[in-house]
């Protein structure tokens, strides 16, 4: 299913692979036949430039799905360039956690080590939202946008009390809306239950205009 929607996985396999090298011949002498636990590089101890090179390197391997200039290769892949500081972090501790799911982003999550959240939000926040390329139509705005911009601000743009989803794909965000009103994605109680009072219908056309912002 991973190999269906994301065609390059395999080039991020063999970088994961070079980034777990040192860690996984260890493993492997220790264990020779059994698993080896996904193990994230961690640089020596009061090595601050080698760990900037190796979360660089890290990073990387994000421009795989989500673009190297902040535009994602796959519909399903949000846009994180220019994304809130503070919701990125709470993804991140999520994804790493388990406490959102999706397959891809534990693991991505798990390859980054606790200490190399916050700076991997703070890298992705100060970048620029990146431009659109197509001008979709604009559909009148859904009544029920009124309740939205509460908290995701005026035009969707985001602050600090909700993300950016402006501009969002269509695909990605009725995707998440779905995930919380069929109680998938339970990291935030509020967008569960708004979402739960919302039709599917309705979640369609909030989708396709918001994703038109
Ligand atoms: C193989 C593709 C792939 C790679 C590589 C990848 N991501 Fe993701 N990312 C996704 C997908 C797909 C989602 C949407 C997950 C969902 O539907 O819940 C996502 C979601 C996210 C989100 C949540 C954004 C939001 O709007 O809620 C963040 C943050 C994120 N990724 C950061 C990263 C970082 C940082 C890296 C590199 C360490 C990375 N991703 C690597 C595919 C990828
Ligand atoms: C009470 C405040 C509040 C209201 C009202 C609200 N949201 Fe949210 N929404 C949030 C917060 C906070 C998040 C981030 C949740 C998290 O931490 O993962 C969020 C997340 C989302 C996401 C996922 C974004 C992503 O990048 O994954 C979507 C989509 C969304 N909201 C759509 C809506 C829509 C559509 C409406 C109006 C019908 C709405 N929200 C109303 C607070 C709100």
Redesign the pocket.
């Known amino acids: 299913m991973i190999n269906n929607r994301f065609p390059t996985v395999f080039g991020v396999l063999v970088v994961l692979a070079a980034w777990a090298a040192p860690a996984n011949a260890q493993e492997k002498a220790a264990n020779p036949a059994g698993h080896i636990p996904e193990v994230p590089a961690v640089a020596t101890v009061g090595n601050t430039a080698e760990a900037q090179a190796i979360l660089g390197a890290k990073l990387l391997v994000c421009n795989t799905c989500h673009g190297d200039r902040g535009a994602p290769r796959s519909v399903a892949a ?1 846009i994180i360039w220019g ?1 809130q500081e503070n ?1 990125l972090l ?2 991140l501790n ?1 994804f790493h956690s388990g406490v ?1 799911k999706n397959d891809v982003m534990n693991w991505m999550a798990t390859a980054l080590t606790q200490a190399e959240l916050a700076p991997t939000a703070t890298y992705f926040a100060k970048k620029d939202w990146p431009a659109r390329t197509t001008n979709a139509a604009s559909p009148s705005p859904p009544s ?2 009124a ?6 601000q005026q035009n ?1 743009v985001g602050g600090l ?5 402006a501009g ?1 794909t269509y695909q ?2 009725i995707a ?2 779905n995930r ?1 009103a069929a109680g998938q ?1 339970t ?2 109680a ?2 569960v239950k ?2 739960e009072a ?1 039709s599917p219908a ?2 369609e056309a ?2 396709r205009y ?1 994703s038109a912002l």
């Open positions: 949000p994304l919701y709470k993804q999520e959102r029920a946008i309740v939205c911009q509460i908290c995701h969707l009390t909700g993300p950016r989803l969002q990605y965000l998440e809306m919380f994605r990291n935030n509020d967008m708004i979402m919302i309705d979640r909030l989708a918001i």
